[in-house]
């Protein structure tokens, strides 16, 4: 028997015939494998104040869900939605 090898694309599909809860699982587990630079921790949660105090002074500038993805993942409706 030709033992197959190992792919992103074979893993991808094995991962996808789990359900929901288990995909979160391993997202969580694969994420955790990284090695994070010094410092990564602490400048997130100084991004994530910094963030959360925008919200509260009025001044970050919000988005719905909608307008959101189509400024990630570009829109076809809206060819300009990258633009700005």
Same mark, same amino acid.
Request: charged share 40%; proline share 2%.
């Given at each position: 028997?030709? *033992?197959?090898?190992?792919? &992103? *694309?074979?893993?991808?599909?094995?991962?996808?015939?789990?359900?929901?809860?288990?995909?979160?699982?391993?997202?969580?587990?694969?994420?955790?494998? $990284?090695?994070? @630079?010094?410092?990564?921790?602490?400048?997130?949660?100084? @991004?994530? *104040? &910094?963030?959360?105090?925008?919200?509260?002074?009025?001044?970050?500038?919000?988005?719905?869900?909608?307008?959101?993805?189509?400024?990630? $993942?570009?829109?076809?409706? @809206?060819?300009?939605?990258?633009?700005?």
């Amino acid at each position: 028997m030709t *033992e197959q090898a190992v792919t &992103r *694309e074979s893993v991808l599909q094995d991962a996808l015939l789990l359900d929901q809860d288990e995909r979160e699982l391993l997202v969580i587990q694969i994420s955790r494998s $990284f090695v994070k @630079e010094p410092g990564y921790d602490e400048a997130w949660a100084a @991004e994530i *104040e &910094r963030r959360l105090k925008e919200l509260d002074e009025g001044k970050a500038e919000l988005m719905d869900w909608d307008e959101a993805k189509a400024y990630i $993942f570009g829109d076809e409706d @809206e060819p300009d939605a990258m633009a700005g």
